[in-house]
Structures are given as structure tokens and as C-alpha cells.
T-cell receptor, first 111, second 115 residues
Framework: EAQVTQNPRYLITVTGKKLTVTCSQNMNHEYMSWYRQDPGLGLRQIYY???????DKGDVPEGYKVSRKEKRNFPLILESPSPNQTSLYFC??????????FGPGTRLTVL | GQQVMQIPQYQHVQEGEDFTTYCNSSTTLSNIQWYKQRPGGHPVFLIQLVKSGEVKKQKRLTFQFGEAKKNSSLHITATQTTDVGTYFC???????????????FGQGTILTVHP
């Protein structure tokens, strides 16, 4: 089944404790992206990747890192999480930068 | 940077009434996409508009892209309870290179349909 998977789905952590949210797609898509969703703000793009080893900043990249070593994986790294990074995170992938397939989301709480 | 404003933020309708949500971009877009997110779910792609003045229909849904490629609308005719959810527009700029991958979402319109 074609899908985008994210892990973990839920995470509660404490300020400063490094964490990684994984994202994987099995559709051989070149384009992948991370978003955060906050009430009243819609989806805001954090980072995106047009292909392996090619990443670029979205609108809200501060406090986040990404890597794209393989086509199928695009992990989101929070080196030192802070409470303002509490949010719902979505990973998405696309074959040609148009129709994006979203993962199920990761709900992160930073205490 | 590019901004995409979407209104209204909330819309409550009676089943059978029509619904429209509007998006306005601060810059000219190369294309605009629309997504629907059911409560507790993830966004699901509905459609992409590319051409100036383009109009596309999907059953009761009508999508329009403005002549200047800076605004767009989604109209639902005779809403049903299955239409409940948040509708997002997302604009993509026409700049070349890697910036083409940048996608800016509107804030979304939360649609409630009362039976």
C-alpha cells in the first residue's frame, strides 16, 4: 500500500532533550516536506527536500534540522526542543511538487 | 516572504446550504492546491489549479484560480455532513531552482455542517 509513515505518532518530552521524528515513504517520491500545524495558523512548512542530499528551508526552520540521505526517508531532528515547538507535525511526499501525500501526523508535547 | 490569507476562518452551515472559502496570495503563484482535512486526520489533496482563470469541478465542488493568479476559491454546492472538515489552500511560487519546492498554506477554513 502506498503510504507515508511517521514515528512516533505521539511524543511527550522535556525541554532540551534531543529527539528525531522519522518519516518514510514507499512511493519513490523525490519531493518530501515537513510541516507543523498549530490552531489558527494552518500548516507551516519547516523544511523541504527536492531530492537526495538537497534540502531547503521553509517558512519556520528555526530550531529544526533535516537530512535526506536516502530517497525514502526524511527525518526531522529537534536538537534542543523547547515548549514553543509543541505542535502537530506532518510529513508529506510528492512525485512532482504538486499532489502531496501526507503522513498521519506526530503530536509532540515539549514540557 | 510569500503570504497566503484564507477566509473565513470558520463557517457554520445547515445541510444543503452552499459554502465558499477564499484565498489571497501576496505574490503571483505558479499554481494553487487545495486540501481537505477531516477532524483528527491528515490533509488530503483535492485539486491543483495552474492556469490563469482556470475553473475545475469535482461533483459539488468548484475551484477557481484568479486571472492574476493571486487568488482562488473553493465553492461547495448543497453541503452534506460528509463535507465537514478544514479546507486549506496552498500556494506555490513560480521562482526557479529549489525555491519552487516552497509551499505556503492558508490558515484554513473550518466547515461545520448542521444536519
Amino acid at each position: 500500500e502506498a503510504q507515508v509513515t511517521q514515528n512516533p505518532r505521539y511524543l511527550i518530552t522535556v525541554t532540551g532533550k534531543k529527539l528525531t521524528v522519522t518519516c518514510s515513504q514507499n512511493m519513490n517520491h523525490e519531493y518530501m516536506s515537513w510541516y507543523r500545524q498549530d490552531p489558527g495558523l494552518g500548516l507551516r512548512q519547516i523544511y523541504y527536500s527536492m531530492n537526495v542530499e538537497v534540502t531547503d528551508k521553509g517558512d519556520v526552520p528555526e530550531g529544526y534540522k533535516v537530512s535526506r540521505k536516502e530517497k525514502r526517508n526524511f527525518p526531522l531532528i529537534l536538537e534542543s526542543p523547547s515548549p514553543n515547538q509543541t505542535s502537530l507535525y506532518f510529513c508529506a511526499s510528492s512525485l512532482t511538487y504538486n499532489e502531496q501525500f501526507f503522513g498521519p501526523g506526530t503530536r509532540l508535547t515539549v514540557l | 516572504g510569500q503570504q497566503v490569507m484564507q477566509i473565513p476562518q470558520y463557517q457554520h452551515v445547515q445541510e444543503g446550504e452552499d459554502f465558499t472559502t477564499y484565498c489571497n496570495s501576496s505574490t503571483t503563484l505558479s499554481n494553487i492546491q487545495w486540501y481537505k482535512q477531516r477532524p483528527g486526520g491528515h490533509p488530503v489533496f483535492l485539486i491543483q489549479l495552474v492556469k490563469s482563470g482556470e475553473v475545475k469541478k469535482q461533483k459539488r465542488l468548484t475551484f477557481q484560480f484568479g486571472e492574476a493568479k493571486k487568488n482562488s476559491s473553493l465553492h461547495i454546492t448543497a453541503t452534506q455532513t460528509t463535507d465537514v472538515g478544514t479546507y486549506f489552500c496552498a500556494g506555490q511560487s513560480g521562482a526557479g531552482g529549489t525555491s519552487y519546492g516552497k509551499l505556503t498554506f492558508g490558515q484554513g477554513t473550518i466547515l461545520t455542517v448542521h444536519p
